[in-house]
T-cell receptor, first 116, second 113 residues
Framework: GNSVTQMEGPVTLSEEAFLTINCTYT??????LFWYVQYPGEGLQLLLK?????DKGSNKGFEATYRKETTSFHLEKGSVQVSDSAVYFC???????????????FGQGTILTVHP | DTEVTQTPKHLVMGMTNKKSLKCEQH?????MYWYKQKAKKPPELMFV???????INESVPSRFSPECPNSSLLNLHLHALQPEDSALYLC????????????FGPGTRLTVT
């Protein structure tokens, strides 16, 4: 079956530090990959996505590259801010339909706290 | 506009009550989803509607009853819930063919007493 593994948190950084949150996946074929962010008390927001190998998704200074050879989709940001404090979820959606249609498989989430 | 709205924001209900959660989107998406999220956990899929028809039910107890009256609305009817059903209930939508991302609403925080 499909699975997503994220680095365990919590991750605590100082403002302007470099961020990496590791994400690896197991799936057949070429799934679409996503990073979602959840701020306290809110729903999930789509942060970025990639739909094929070597695609780079980017948004708000965050980047992630779809690496088929290492089955990874690591999230990076060069300089984090206090406002980036949130829970980050890596997710995949399998290609095609059938019983897996519409299903997102999420990682366990990584709590990020950024201090001033 | 990528907005999914949910009402109410908070709901407290007793185990004998009947209540409903509402979700609305105007992005022309024809796939809509209900998720349940416990604290510090990822969302768990409950139901998927595709073109207003139920396509996935993840073995959810019958005390949760989904309804999709039209392509913009999704309801979740609640009856005889248990305290362990207390959670954040998230609605999401997506275009079933173009792109694969799901857009989530802010959620309804449900407390069952």
């Amino acid at each position: 079956g499909n699975s997503v593994t994220q680095m365990e948190g919590p991750v605590t950084l100082s403002e302007e530090a470099f961020l990496t949150i590791n994400c690896t996946y197991t799936a057949t074929g070429y799934p679409s990959l996503f990073w979602y962010v959840q701020y306290p008390g809110e729903g999930l927001q789509l942060l970025l996505k990639a739909t094929k190998a070597d695609d780079k998704g980017s948004n708000k200074g965050f980047e992630a590259t779809y690496r088929k050879e290492t089955t990874s989709f690591h999230l990076e940001k060069g300089s984090v801010q206090v406002s980036d404090s949130a829970v980050y979820f890596c997710a995949l959606r399998p290609l095609g339909g059938g019983t897996s249609y519409g299903k997102l498989t999420f990682g366990q989430g990584t709590i990020l706290t950024v201090h001033p | 506009d990528t907005e999914v709205t949910q009402t109410p924001k908070h709901l407290v209900m007793g185990m004998t009550n009947k209540k409903s959660l509402k979700c609305e989107q105007h992005m022309g998406h024809r796939a809509m989803y209900w998720y349940k999220q416990k604290a510090k956990k990822p969302p768990e899929l409950m139901f998927v509607y595709s073109y207003e028809k139920l396509s996935i039910n993840e073995s959810v107890p019958s005390r949760f009853s989904p309804e999709c009256p039209n392509s913009s609305l999704l309801n979740l009817h609640l009856h005889a819930l248990q305290p362990e059903d207390s959670a954040l209930y998230l609605c999401a939508s997506s275009h079933p063919r173009l792109g694969r991302e799901q857009y989530f609403g802010p959620g309804t925080r449900l407390t069952v007493t």
